[in-house]
């Protein structure tokens, strides 16, 4: 069976200071890989997708980055956190093939930027 | 992508039945509406996608008419743990971004 993880699940960080997020996935190849960030109360933004290995859509500019260095794994970066990063990051994986186009969400990482 | 338009808000009570509309004017031919609802603090999970008419499974029915203009979620008997925010997608089949707005909070109440 399929699982996605992300970590870590919490993160307080001052403003300025880097950001790294890390997600995987078992058990699948070849996913779709996205990361969201959701606000307090908010619904949730799409900042970055990709279809394969150092292949990276943006969808929101910002000060965040994506990579995926592997099949599997995808990386959220900032060099300099501001304030209005802090969030519920949520990051998924699709097939984007089959009878269902069906997404899968990991535990999250709540980050605070102080 | 089609924009989708639902309440922000609903009320209900344990043991009733819950619809909940999405308007989608904009759908294209080849896009599917999809449903998921987000627990706080964990990611969304998927619970039903439809093209036209009428779908079921074990925990919701999707009600989409010819127009498909907009689709009806429905949560026969809800119970209080039902509580959560329901977002209405549409997109193509094979479609690779999602976009979920900001949902309707269903809140049930004993």
């Known amino acids: 069976s399929q699982t996605i993880h992300q970590w870590p699940a919490t993160l307080v960080q001052p403003v300025g200071s880097p950001l790294s997020l890390e997600c995987t996935v078992e058990g699948t190849s070849n996913p779709n890989l996205y990361w969201y960030r959701q606000a307090a109360g908010r619904g949730l933004q799409l900042l970055f997708y990709s279809v394969g290995i150092g292949q990276i859509s943006s969808e929101v500019p910002q000060n965040l980055s994506a990579s995926r260095p592997q099949d599997r794994q995808f990386i959220l970066s900032s060099k300099k956190l501001l304030l209005s990063d802090s969030g519920f990051y949520l990051c998924a994986w699709s097939l984007g093939r089959g009878d269902i186009n069906e997404q899968f969400f990991g535990p999250g990482t709540r980050l605070t930027v102080l | 992508l089609a924009k989708t338009t639902q309440p922000i808000s609903m009320d209900s009570y344990e043991g009733q039945e819950v619809n909940i509309t999405c308007s989608h004017n904009n759908i294209a031919t080849n896009d599917y509406i999809t449903w998921y609802q987000q627990f706080p603090s964990q990611g969304p999970r998927f619970i039903i996608q439809g093209y036209k008419t009428k779908v079921t499974n074990e925990v919701a029915s999707l009600f989409i008419p010819a127009d498909r203009k907009s689709s009806t979620l429905s949560l026969p008997r809800v119970s209080l743990s039902d509580t959560a925010v329901y977002y209405c997608?549409?997109?193509?089949?094979?479609?690779?971004?999602?976009?979920f707005g900001s949902g309707t909070k269903l809140n049930v109440k004993p």
């Open positions: 997608l549409v997109g193509s089949y094979n479609f690779n971004k999602f976009y």
